[in-house]
């Protein structure tokens, strides 16, 4: 699975991307010049009728002695002598530079790690396709792992509800609600399920409790991708022209935002992409320290001043550096601001339009992280965030560590906002794309 791209066609995760067209032209002009460094294979039929003592001679290369006076009579029968018809010498071939084996040439330049073309390749394609399969089983798994709190949790109180039960009535309704609202699913998502749940009964559709998991799952998949019809739901909806890709992290202290930021780096280099680190958290003393240790862990290079020097100077000099350095993606770090703060919020706005003047459209994005684990509190932060910072995404951290993972379907309910990436682990793998189908599917397995 890709994790960013700004490529809507021609992508291959696995960096098979590689022009087919310009290296099809490469072929085809070695082909060309090797023909012409080939000397001719046979004589033409005219050069064999001629006799031997006419076939074209080379000049020699060195010098001769000048040839030694004759008496008059010799030198008349020299002149006597009938002279044989002579060709016009032909020239040897210029030298031409020989063909480099394939393995040699230059390869074509692409934006891929892989940097692999058809010819020449180590791996084949469905031995790609099949490592790209066996990824994307590993990241189902790795989420599935990330959730299982959440999981039990909800299976378990879901099953107590339907525990002896033989009808649904009022009273189970009262404590499936309950269930979803410990799940931190919140009382506006709750409220909107349980009206679904109530017309299923009616109907005689929902009468088992896997008839009532299903519409429940249904309802939720639903909440997930209607959000991401608003804000950023992915990259590629700015055209590749525009560079540096300007993407501003946002949120309050602790709740990871800067080993988010070193990871974000991490893997959006690894999909082939130049990528520099702007370090505008300028009011807490250890901020580009820490940054700092994450730009030097993922070899990615960071644009950073001395505390208390003004956030949005820094953001100047780093789009002016990613413009020169031709970088594709430049995420910004900000104070972790308390949303109460309104002259640290005046200073994002102030951020917000420098970056606008230097880079059409940016900041792109707009990411606030939020704490899994804080549940209903994270959902009132971004409430404040999206006032102010214009929020288009969401990136949820420790998912892994809480059996309230709900709170990722009440940010899309309540804000509509997209979840963008969660973090469901410590290693720098371990930030991944949200996927909404895999999220709720692994919810209700």
Known sequence: MAFWRRKKEGFVTLGLNEPTETRAA????????????EPPAALTQTEKSLPAATAPVLEPTTTAAPPTPLPANETQAVTATPQPVQRETQRPPEPQEPLKPAAAQKPVQSRSPFRTSILGLDRTIEE????????????????????????????????????GRKQIDAELLDELEEALIAADIGVPTTLHILETVRRGIARKQINDIEALKLSIKTELLSILQDAESNGIASETGVPESVAPYVMMIV?????????????????????????????????????SDQLAIWA??????????????????????????????????????TA???????????????????????????????????????GQNGLEQARQFLKVAGVTGIVLTKLDGTAKGGIAVAIAKELNLPIRYVGIGEKVDDLVVFDAEQYVNSLFE
């Open 336 to 374: 972790g601001r308390l949303h109460n703060k309104s002259n640290l919020m005046a200073e994002l706005e102030k951020m917000k339009r420098v970056a606008g003047r230097e880079v059409e459209g940016a900041p792109h994005e707009t990411l606030l992280v939020i704490d899994a684990v804080t």
């Open 26 to 37: 490469e072929l085809k002009r070695a082909e060309e010049k090797r023909k012409k460094v």
């Open 251 to 287: 949120g309050v202290n602790g709740v990871g935002k800067t080993t988010t930021i070193g990871k974000l780096a991490q893997r959006i280099k690894a999909e082939g992409n130049d990528v520099l680190i702007c370090a505008a958290d300028t009011f807490r003393a250890a901020a």
């Open 128 to 163: 790609l396709q099949a490592e790209e399969a066996a990824l994307e089983q590993e990241f189902s798994a790795r989420f599935r792992r990330a959730v299982a709190a959440t999981r039990e949790s909800l299976n378990e109180k879901i099953d107590t509800v339907f525990q």
């Open 296 to 333: 030097e862990r993922t070899g990615v290079p960071l644009i950073q001043q001395k505390q208390g020097t003004d956030p949005a100077a820094v953001l100047f000099d780093s789009l002016k550096a990613a413009k020169s350095r031709s970088s594709d993606v430049l995420i910004v770090d």
